[in-house]
């Protein structure tokens, strides 16, 4: 009797600790941060009464859930956004938090998998790694992801980066340091400063270090070569000041350049190496440097399912400052083979402090097996534009995709660029109406892709190469099923017959279609995207903010679209043009 009274005994008891939540344990186990989570907690020194945000980030895996434990060992298990992977994150925001000691604990598979203390009114013990590392790598990729998170479908877009730094619902560093360091603080940059700046006021805000170069712009014959790098080291002895901090962001942003970024990828002295292609290693703060100066930050992938393509979303910064995020595909980023330029995914070269003044940047053979960095790695330098694309491609969409999914992810694309465009060509007709009697000069030659003044902030060489080169990627992809039928799925048709298929489907879905563009007196004209492909030789010459709204959009004269517009670029600036058009037609950027 009291042998079955001592085994019911040992099975309630086993039962009973079968249904002890993960968090129970955790109360009495030790509260550290040694494995591959992490958990941040913003900002760094936690007021009672005041809105808390934490994060957890895993290199390893998804994390399942995010709990606070009080004192007295009580769980709150947080509501929690999820993004990534890789890294994976959880964040979480608190309306207030009361005083006492907390814990913050991440679990992964049931079990504890980072712990984090916190106390109101006391900095947060151990926070930040003090130097580069995976952890710093990882939070800095979870943190570039939050920033710019939203709906695959949703247009993201803003009139410059200040507006995003300071939303605090987007930034996980908003007011981090608890000084009220984001006001005022102006930070609008363009193309090439984009990536420097998240990277520059990511250290500020962690305490890290952070470094650039002065970089030439190279020649037809070779890419951008680079001096000794500048490395900033304060930051990681605590000067972080808003003063500081502009100071640096002035010099650093008078300092790099499109070819900062476009230097080559066996080269040494560089902010930047390339790193292989795989979906382990483009994480989020990745960028990509086409061949003739436009950049792109990777800001998320979003993964395929059953019902909607994958897909790889980044964002960049315009002449203009304006920052808009847009799919990845071949309509926005060029690849080519060239001598002038090393185009890729590239990352951060990581700044080391071997003592707290004195630093410097790995090499690319120290990088070739680190295992706190992405890998160096030639990888791209071997591969062909059409290998290239068919990588990422596959990447992307590693099932494959219907060239029906395939050609309504592209046309969706596509059209996302145009109504950028849009807004682009808007920000040059305001110009003028504050201006009404200006002319924007217009460099000459290769210049005018790159300068200063108002030609950089309203005209739009760039965007319409781009424009262009995206028109004819959704025209080739019948071809491209043909070329590669690998990256399809074709489901039992031949290649010849799927090309047939989209074809005929492109004619109807073209006319279907359509933005709208805001003409000369104020009133809407609606183009189909039939129409904008078919005006794609107008886009050659259409990228003058001295022309109208309506010539840069196409529009024929004598027609009723044309009627409104009352402004056209001088005549030397249209022989100009018309000198360069060649460019456009072939989508060859001149190199300067």
């Known amino acids: 009797m009291n042998l079955l009274r001592s085994e019911y005994l040992i099975v309630c008891l086993w039962i009973g600790l079968q249904a002890v939540p993960a968090w129970a344990v955790d109360s009495d186990s030790t509260c550290e941060q040694t494995g591959t989570t992490r958990i941040w907690v913003s900002p760094l020194n936690p007021k009672a009464g005041q809105p808390v945000k934490i994060m957890a980030v895993s290199t ?3 994390i399942a859930e995010l709990v606070l434990i009080d004192e007295q060992g009580q769980p709150a298990p947080l509501q929690s956004r999820q993004r990534g992977g890789p890294p994976w994150s959880l964040t979480a925001e608190l309306a207030n938090l009361n005083d006492g000691r907390y814990r913050a604990v991440a679990h992964q598979d049931g079990k504890q998998t980072a712990c984090q203390e916190l106390v109101a009114g006391q900095t947060v013990a151990a926070a930040n790694p003090r130097t580069w590392n995976r952890a710093a790598e990882a939070f800095y990729a979870a943190w570039i992801e939050e920033l710019f998170g939203a709906p695959p479908e949703e247009n993201l877009s803003f009139n410059s980066l200040e507006p995003v730094l300071r939303n605090s619902e987007r930034n996980f560093l ?9 006001s005022n603080l102006p930070l609008t940059p363009d193309c090439a400063d984009l990536p420097y700046t998240l990277r520059a006021y990511f250290a500020w805000k962690t305490g890290l270090p952070v470094a650039f170069r002065a970089c030439g712009r190279g020649s037809a014959k070779a890419p951008p070569n680079c001096g000794a790098p500048t490395i900033v080291s304060e930051f990681t002895r605590g000067v972080r000041s808003q003063t500081n901090f502009r100071k640096r962001y002035r010099q650093l942003a008078d300092t790099v350049h499109s070819g900062s970024v476009r230097t080559g990828l066996a080269a040494e002295n560089t902010d930047w190496y390339p790193i292989p292609l795989s979906r382990e290693t483009l994480w989020p703060g990745t960028v990509y440097a086409d061949p003739y100066g436009h950049i792109l930050v990777v800001a998320e992938w979003v993964p395929q399912t059953a019902d909607r393509p994958g897909m790889l979303l980044a964002v960049d910064a315009q002449p203009d400052n304006s920052v808009a995020r847009k799919r990845v595909w071949e309509g926005t980023m060029l690849f080519a083979d060239t001598e002038n330029a090393g185009p890729g995914f590239k990352a951060f070269r990581p700044v080391v402090l071997s003592t707290p003044d004195k630093g410097r940047m790995l090499s690319n053979r120290e990088l070739s097996d680190h295992p706190d960095f992405m890998p160096f790695s030639l990888e791209q330098d071997y591969l062909t534009p059409d290998d290239f694309y068919a990588r990422l491609t596959q990447l992307i969409n590693p099932q494959g995709l219907d060239p029906l999914q395939a ?32 002319v924007i000069a217009m460099p000459g030659g290769a210049a005018i892709f790159q300068t200063i003044g108002p030609w950089e902030d309203y005209s739009t060489p760039s965007r319409d190469m781009r ?23 074709l489901n039992g048709q031949n290649p010849e017959q799927a090309k047939a298929a989209i074809e005929q489907h492109h004619a109807k879905r ?3 279609r359509s933005i709208r563009y805001i003409r000369s007196d104020g009133s809407e004209w609606e183009l189909t995207i039939a129409e904008v492909l078919a005006r794609k030789p107008g ?10 709204t309506e010539i840069r959009w196409g529009a024929q004269p004598d027609t009723e679209e044309y009627a409104t517009c009352r402004r056209q670029a001088p005549a030397e600036q249209r022989a100009k043009m018309a000198q360069y058009r060649e460019w456009f037609r072939e989508a060859r950027r001149p190199v300067p």
Not at 418 to 433: H, I, L, M, P
Request: glycine share 4%; charged share 20%.
């Open 60 to 62: 390893d895996g998804p």
């Open 407 to 438: 050609y309504e992810a592209m046309l969706a694309a596509l059209v996302e660029q145009v109504e950028t465009r849009v807004n682009s060509v808007q920000n040059g007709e305001a110009y003028f109406r504050k201006n009404p009697r200006s």
């Open 510 to 512: 073209a006319q279907k």
């Open 174 to 182: 908003h007011n981090y340091l608890g000084l009220n360091e984001d």
């Open 539 to 548: 886009f050659e010459i259409a990228y003058n903010p001295n022309d109208c």
């Open 467 to 489: 424009l262009i080169i995206a028109i004819n990627v959704l025209n080739g992809l019948p071809e491209k099923i043909v070329r590669h039928p690998e990256l399809f799925v």
